[in-house]
């Protein structure tokens, strides 16, 4: 069992920076794959970025250059680095955590965080 603990999110302007932190406790996470996902008031979730245990990372287009994704193994934490944020990118993001070598879909992620509120206003 893996528990996973979003933070870090809250009210930023466009344009504005923000930075999640996932805190994962439960298994070894230095050999676990950590995804980022979002979801939008009436969409279905949508993957942003991941970072595989030997620290390959992998990003969806529409965030291709203003996210970045990284992991601190050793306090067990990953980070999603969110700049030039826009108003539309309002959602709840999450963490999630797959024993997948690489995962880009939430069908390839066993646990998932509670969510975290991003509210970007314009």
């Known amino acids: 069992q893996v528990r996973l603990v979003e933070s870090g999110g809250g009210l930023v302007q466009a344009g504005g920076s923000l930075r999640l932190s996932c805190a994962a406790s439960?298994?070894?996470?230095?050999?676990?794959?950590m995804g980022w996902f979002r979801r939008e008031p009436g969409k279905e979730r949508e993957f942003l970025a991941a970072i595989s245990w030997n620290g390959n990372t992998y990003y969806a287009d529409s965030v291709k250059g203003r996210f970045t994704v990284s992991r601190d193994n050793a306090k067990n934490t990953a980070y999603l680095q969110m700049s030039s944020l826009k108003y539309e990118e309002t959602a709840v993001y999450y963490c999630a955590a797959s024993s997948l070598p690489v995962a880009r879909k939430d069908s390839g992620y066993e646990y998932w965080g509670q969510g975290t509120q991003v509210t970007v206003s314009s």
């Open positions: 439960g298994r070894p996470f230095s050999r676990t794959t």
